[in-house]
Nanobody
């Protein structure tokens, strides 16, 4: 069982920055993949960024160059640094984790990000 707790959401003006954190209840080095997803009102949940056990990162085209995913193995925490925020980035952001060889995905409770124009 993996528990994920997100924090760091809030209200920010367009062009601003926020850093989201996701603290895991287990050693994240053992988790095959960690990532951030987001869900805007009335829309499906979409992938934002992922980071593998080896530290490789991937990003959705819409955030590439503006967002950075990172991890602190000592704190069992991953981060999402969001710069140059746009109103269309407004969503609830969810942390997700999955072990290699398993289809089960663990989700956090979500943290809301609102970007005003």
């Amino acid at each position: 069982q993996v528990q994920l707790v997100e924090s760091g959401g809030g209200l920010v003006q367009a062009g601003g920055s926020l850093r989201l954190s996701c603290a895991a209840s287990v050693d994240i080095f053992t988790i095959g993949g960690l990532g951030w997803y987001r869900q805007a009102p009335g829309k499906q949940r979409d992938l934002v960024a992922t980071i593998t056990g080896g530290g490789s990162a991937n990003y959705a085209d819409s955030v590439n160059g503006r967002f950075t995913i990172s991890r602190d193995l000592g704190k069992n925490t991953i981060y999402l640094q969001m710069n140059s925020l746009k109103p269309e980035d407004t969503a609830v952001y969810y942390c997700a984790a999955g072990y290699n060889g398993s289809t089960h995905v663990y989700w956090g409770q979500g943290t809301r990000v609102t970007v005003s124009s």
